[in-house]
């Protein structure tokens, strides 16, 4: 069966650091494009940063870049994102998804698969 599942989130202060992991069963992370998306209370969902297929080309959203970082480790099947420099507005629930199209995009509508999702509360 197919599944993903995040961890890594919880409380922190603003300017402080996470590492999300999102942990891969029953397929390779590597054959799919990889996504990070994250949902505010009473707002949409959207991408943060995204692997394409083969881990070829990353991309992030405006308000993430040069704070967040999106790395992936094969051996463990895992997929990371590194926040630094957290601010408030980071406050959400966090997902990882999974595409079986090589590209990365920002869409959720084009991902097969999802995981639980992880609570980052950015507070002081």
């Known amino acids: 069966q197919l599944q993903l599942v995040e961890s890594g989130g919880g409380l922190v202060q603003p300017g402080g650091s996470l590492r999300l992991s999102c942990a891969a069963s029953g397929f390779t992370l590597d054959a799919y494009a990889i996504g990070w998306f994250r949902q505010a209370p009473g707002k949409e969902r959207e991408g943060v940063s995204c692997f394409s297929k083969r881990g070829g080309s990353t991309n992030y959203r405006d308000s993430v870049k040069g704070r967040f970082t999106i790395s992936r480790d094969n051996a463990k099947n895992t997929v990371y994102l590194q926040m630094n420099s957290l601010k408030p507005e980071d406050t959400a629930i966090y997902y990882c998804?999974?595409?079986?199209?090589?590209?990365?995009?920002?869409?959720?509508?084009?991902?097969?698969?999802w995981g639980q999702g992880t609570q980052v509360t950015v507070s002081s």
């Open positions: 998804a999974a595409d079986r199209t090589p590209i990365c995009s920002a869409d959720a509508t084009r991902y097969d698969y």
